[in-house]
C-alpha cells in the first residue's frame, strides 16, 4: 500500500474511495490534462464532479468516458473569461447539484513561449490574463459566494512554478500565475475565519496538451530546471490536489503547494 501511495498511481484511489463521499465538486479546464484528472479522482473518490470547460465538444466526451466508468459527472460548457457565463453556470450546478463542496480552478493557456516580452503581441497579453486570472477571479468570487452559507468549502487554483520563479520568454504566463498566487494569499485571509480555504498548486511540467503546445526550447529550459530530472505526473498532480481540497488539508489556507520534483523549495 505505502509503494501505491508514493506512486500516485490510480490503484492508489481505491485507499481513499470515500473521501468526497456527498460532495459536489466543481472543477474548471476537466476536459483535458490536469483538470480531467483532478476530476476524474474527486470522482473515483466518491464525488459528484461538475466538469466546466469551453470546448464543449471534447468536454461531451470526458463525460461519456465518466459516465462508461459509473461516476457521477455533469457537463457544463463555460468560459471562464466571462462574467455572465461562470455566474450563470455556477447558478445551473447549484439548481442541479446543489451547492458546491470542493471548487478546483484548472483552466488555462500556456499563451506565446519562447518569445520576448519586445516580440509579445498585446493581444496575446490580454487574452492570457482574461484566462488565467480574471478566469481564477471569477470561479474564485462564484465559489465563495456559493459556500459562505453553509460557511464550508475548499477552493484549489492551480497556479504554476512559473508564477514562482518567472520562467523567461513567457512573460504573459509567468506574470498571471504570479498573480493567481496573490489572489490566493489575499483572499484565503478574508474568509479564514469562515470555514472556507484557499489555495493554490504550482507544478513544474506535466505533459498535457498545453506542454505539446509550447515551443521545445521552452520546454526543454524547464524540464532542465527539475532537480528529479524527469517530469510530473498527472496522477500525482491529482494525488496531491485532491487532498487540499480534502477535509483533512483543514489548518493551509492562502498556500501554493509545490509539485517541482525540487525546482523550488518554498
Ligand atoms: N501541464 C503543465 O505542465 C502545467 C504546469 C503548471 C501549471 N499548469 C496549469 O494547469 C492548468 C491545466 O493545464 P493543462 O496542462 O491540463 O492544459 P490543457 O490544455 O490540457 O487543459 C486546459 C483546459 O482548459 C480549457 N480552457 C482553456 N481556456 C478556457 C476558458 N476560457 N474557459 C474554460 N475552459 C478553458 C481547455 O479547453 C482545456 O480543456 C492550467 O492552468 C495550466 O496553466 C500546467
Known amino acids: 500500500m505505502a509503494d501505491q501511495l508514493h506512486s500516485g498511481s490510480d490503484s492508489a ?5 470515500n473521501r468526497f463521499a456527498g460532495q459536489v465538486a466543481i472543477v474548471t479546464g476537466a476536459a483535458s490534462g490536469l483538470g480531467r484528472g483532478i476530476a476524474l479522482r ?9 466538469l466546466l470547460d469551453m470546448n464543449a465538444e471534447r468536454l461531451q466526451r470526458t463525460v461519456e468516458e465518466f459516465k462508461q466508468q459509473d461516476l457521477s459527472a455533469l457537463p457544463f460548457v463555460t468560459d471562464v473569461t466571462n462574467d455572465t457565463s461562470v455566474r450563470t453556470q455556477m447558478a445551473q450546478i447549484e439548481q442541479k447539484m446543489g451547492p458546491p463542496d470542493v471548487a478546483v480552478n484548472s483552466a488555462g493557456i500556456v499563451g506565446p513561449t519562447n518569445t520576448s516580452i519586445v516580440d509579445y503581441p498585446v493581444e496575446a497579453f490580454d ?11 471569477l470561479i474564485t468570487k462564484y465559489a465563495v459566494a456559493a459556500m459562505l452559507p453553509r460557511k464550508s468549502g475548499r477552493i484549489l487554483l492551480i497556479a504554476s512554478v512559473a508564477g514562482k520563479e518567472g520562467n523567461p520568454w513567457m512573460c504573459g504566463y509567468s506574470s498571471t500565475k504570479a498573480g493567481v498566487i496573490g489572489l490566493v494569499k489575499g483572499v484565503a485571509k478574508e474568509y479564514a475565519e469562515q470555514g472556507i480555504t484557499v489555495n493554490g498548486l504550482a507544478p513544474a511540467v ?20 527539475i532537480p528529479m530530472k524527469r517530469l510530473g505526473t498527472i496522477e500525482e498532480v491529482a494525488a496531491m490536489a485532491t487532498f487540499i481540497v480534502s ?18 523549495t518554498y
Open 127 to 137: 487574452n492570457i490574463y482574461a484566462v488565467n486570472l480574471r478566469g481564477s477571479f
Open 13 to 17: 484511489a481505491a485507499v481513499w474511495r
Open 247 to 264: 477535509r483533512e488539508c483543514s489548518f493551509a489556507t492562502g498556500f501554493t503547494f509545490d509539485l517541482t520534483g525540487g525546482r523550488s
Open 206 to 225: 506535466v505533459m498535457t496538451d498545453m506542454v505539446r503546445q509550447t515551443a521545445p526550447e521552452q520546454v526543454a529550459y524547464m524540464t532542465a530546471k
Open 42 to 50: 474527486l470522482a473515483r473518490e466518491g464525488a459528484r464532479v461538475a
